[in-house]
C-alpha cells in the first residue's frame, strides 16, 4: 500500500537545538500538509503545499519554524531553535489535487516531538 | 473559511448506528464535506466525503440536507474498534488556487460492549 512515511518517529531534543523533521508523501500526490496537533490545541495546521510551491504558511511561527520541499519525494518542517512549547506530534498528510473536490489526505504516522 | 461545529463526545453501545452531526453554518457554494477519523497514537483517516444528499461507501454514510447547513455522519452497527476521534471538514474550492483544510475539534466516540 502506498504510505506517507515520516522520520524520525521519535525525536527527543534539548531546547535551543535544531530539529528537522522529513516526510516523504505519496508518489503522485501534490499537496503537502503539515498538522501539529497537541492535547490543547488539537489538529493545527501549520503550512501547506501544492506542486511544490508553499501556498500558505500562516500557521507556523516564522522566527522559528520553516517548511520547504527540496523535491516532489522530499517535505521537511524545521524548528530552530526548539523550545519546550513545541513539543507536540508533527503530522504530514499528502493527497491529490484535480478539479474541483477536496483531497482525500493521507496521513503519515507522525513525529513525536519532546523538546526538554 | 466555514467554520465547523460538533458534540466533544458521544458515547455507544457495540451493534448500534451511530450519528453524528456537525454543523457549518457558513459553508459556501463550492465547499465539500469530508470527514476523518483518528485513533490514539496514529493520523487521521478519510472515511468519506460529499457534496449534497447522500453518500455511502463501506464505512459509513454521510447525509447532508439540502441547505447543506450541517451534515450527518452514520456509522452503522458499531464495534469497539470504532471508538475514535471523527472531525468534519469543510474544505474551500479548489480551482487550482488550493485551499485550507482546517480541522476542528472533532467528536470523541466511545463504543462499550
Known amino acids: 500500500d502506498a504510505r506517507v512515511t515520516q522520520t524520525p518517529r521519535h525525536k527527543v531534543t534539548e531546547m535551543g537545538q535544531e530539529v528537522t523533521m522529513r516526510c516523504q508523501p505519496i508518489?503522485?500526490?501534490?499537496?503537502v500538509f503539515w498538522y501539529r496537533q497537541t492535547m490543547m490545541q488539537g489538529l493545527e495546521l501549520l503550512a501547506y503545499?501544492?506542486?511544490?510551491?508553499?501556498?500558505?504558511d500562516s500557521g507556523m511561527p516564522k522566527d522559528r519554524f520553516s517548511a520547504e520541499m527540496p523535491d516532489a519525494t522530499l517535505a521537511t518542517l524545521k524548528i530552530q531553535p526548539s523550545e519546550p512549547r513545541d513539543s507536540a506530534v508533527y503530522f504530514c498528510?499528502?493527497?491529490?489535487?484535480?478539479?474541483?473536490?477536496?483531497?482525500?489526505?493521507?496521513f503519515g504516522s507522525g513525529t513525536q516531538l519532546s523538546v526538554l | 473559511l466555514a467554520k465547523t461545529t460538533q458534540p466533544i463526545s458521544m458515547d455507544s453501545y457495540e451493534g448500534q448506528e451511530v450519528n453524528i452531526t456537525c454543523s457549518h453554518n457558513?459553508?459556501?457554494?463550492?465547499?465539500?464535506i469530508t470527514w476523518y477519523q483518528q485513533f490514539p497514537s496514529q493520523g487521521p483517516r478519510f472515511i468519506i466525503q460529499?457534496?449534497?444528499t447522500k453518500v455511502t461507501n463501506e464505512v459509513a454514510s454521510l447525509f447532508i440536507p439540502a441547505d447543506r447547513k450541517s451534515s450527518t455522519l452514520s456509522l452503522p452497527r458499531v464495534s469497539l474498534s470504532d471508538t475514535a476521534v471523527y472531525y468534519c471538514l469543510v474544505g474551500p474550492h479548489r480551482d487550482n488556487q488550493g485551499g485550507k483544510l482546517i480541522f476542528g475539534q472533532g467528536t470523541e466516540l466511545s463504543v462499550k460492549p
Open positions: 460529499g457534496y449534497k
Open positions: 457558513n459553508i459556501a457554494t463550492n465547499d465539500y
Open positions: 508518489l503522485g500526490h501534490n499537496t
Open positions: 498528510a499528502s493527497g491529490l489535487s484535480r478539479g474541483r473536490t477536496n483531497e482525500k489526505l493521507f
Open positions: 503545499f501544492r506542486n511544490r510551491a508553499p501556498l500558505d
